[in-house]
């Protein structure tokens, strides 16, 4: 069973940075597949980021490409999500997931993962 704490949302001006972090426990994180998720209000979860076990490979949505970085530390148990150039649209509830995988494979399918954090508001003013 593995536990997930989304931290760092927070409310910023369009073309800022946020950076996001999920902190985990109970599990073998080092083991899973990990990936960042939003859902803004009325719309349907849309996947963000997901990176692989190993943090090798990474994979992103259309509309973060180029803006949004993934990245683990699994000494620390820990995944990020860096957003950068940030848009009034980024604005949304986000969330990290993760899976355990027997492959270093990503992940990009809200029903692939099995835990969830509690979720991060981001707000982006216009």
């Known amino acids: 069973q593995v536990q997930l704490v989304d931290s760092g949302g927070g409310f910023v001006e369009a073309g800022g940075s946020l950076g996001l972090s999920c902190a985990a426990s109970?599990?073998?994180?080092?083991?899973?597949?990990v990936a960042w998720f939003r859902q803004a209000p009325g719309k349907e979860r849309e996947f963000v980021a997901g990176i692989s076990r190993s943090g090798i490979s990474t994979k992103y949505g259309d509309s973060v490409k180029g803006r949004f970085a993934i990245s683990r530390d699994n000494a620390k148990n820990t995944a990020y999500l860096q957003m950068n150039s940030l848009k009034p649209e980024d604005t949304a509830v986000y969330s990290c997931?993760?899976?355990?995988?027997?492959?270093?494979?990503?992940?990009?399918?809200?029903?692939?993962?099995?835990?969830w954090g509690q979720g991060t508001q981001v707000t982006v003013s216009s």
């Open positions: 109970g599990g073998a994180f080092s083991s899973s597949a």
């Open positions: 997931a993760a899976r355990y995988t027997p492959s270093d494979a990503v992940l990009t399918g809200n029903h692939d993962y099995d835990y």
